[in-house]
């Protein structure tokens, strides 16, 4: 039975990150679940810029570039992929939004920031003001028009919706009557990186939460003078974080990635029923 448990969630306007254990799970699903969030759930992302002045340092290809990496609030709702768009991939406002920039720099070294990007839609604008695109001079200009549009990850990392990654869940046992020989000082205590076993009782215990915090490095098991300590990871256990960049929820990209398994899942049940795979 799959079961998961949330044991840390931050959500505020600078971070939006979720860890929990999913249970019940193969490693196999486990990362496919992970290649999906990161490859197949798409958000918006600026895709092609058109510069009418550039005046600062910079090539216009190096802040195109740096465009393209500005995580863009996603409404995925109201904007078509480009290619399954009714406008046939021309461009048109259900499938991009145009964000324009035009600075004049009144003193040497204003910095241009994702602030000063102006969208005409405000559901897809900068997560971030503050980022910087360049620097300009006095009296010297940076004016461009750019169109963000849907991607998935698979074709750029600009279109990544978040970082997520996943770990074995640890599995650490002390044996307690092996550790009675030892002198009044625990080794594998000390050796710990993680600090997980504590031996301020004048007996070795595991920390609380252990699991959170062990790497599973095997220091503690590999300095034990007594062999009383086995490191091992839980089978089907994993420890996942998920950190959104912003552009869309941590539950949109959840229930996202969820509906393009299931997506993947009807399309081939439905080769089955109209018998390619199974002619006779
Ligand atoms: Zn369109």
């Not at 720099?105 to 604008?125: C, E, F, N, W, Y």
Request: charge should be negative.
């Amino acid at each position: 039975m799959v079961k998961v448990t949330v044991f840390d969630r931050i959500q505020n306007e600078k971070l939006d990150m979720i860890k929990f254990v999913l249970e019940g799970v193969s490693l196999e699903f486990a990362n496919a679940f992970r290649r999906i969030v990161l490859s197949e759930v798409p958000v918006m992302a600026i895709d092609e810029v058109i510069f009418l002045e550039n005046d600062s340092p910079l090539f216009d290809e190096i802040i195109a570039h740096r465009l393209g990496l500005i995580p863009l609030t996603t409404d995925l709702k109201n904007y078509n992929m480009r290619h399954e768009c009714s406008c046939g991939g021309v461009g048109c406002t259900l499938c991009q939004v145009e964000l324009t920039c035009s600075v004049k720099a009144d003193l040497d070294g204003h910095i241009v920031r994702s602030g000063d990007l102006q969208s005409t839609d405000p559901a897809v604008k900068p997560v971030n003001e503050n980022i910087v695109i360049a620097k300009l001079q006095k009296n010297s200009s940076l004016v461009f028009e750019a169109f963000a549009r849907l991607g998935e990850g698979r074709d750029h990392a600009k279109y990544q919706p978040a970082q997520i990654g996943f770990g074995y869940y640890p599995d650490v046992k002390i044996d307690f009557l092996k550790c009675s020989d030892c002198p009044n000082q625990c080794i594998a205590a000390q050796r710990c990186p993680e600090d997980i076993i504590d031996f301020s009782k004048g007996k070795a215990q595991l920390v609380k939460d252990y699991w959170q915090a062990c790497t599973l490095c095997e220091e503690c098991a590999r300095n034990c003078p007594q062999e009383a300590i086995t490191v091992q990871d839980k089978p089907n256990n994993y420890i996942f974080t998920i950190e959104s960049t912003g552009s869309i929820s941590i539950k949109e990209i959840v229930e996202k990635a969820m509906i393009v398994f299931k997506e993947i899942f009807s399309e081939f049940l439905e080769h089955l029923k109209n018998k390619e795979l199974f002619p006779l």
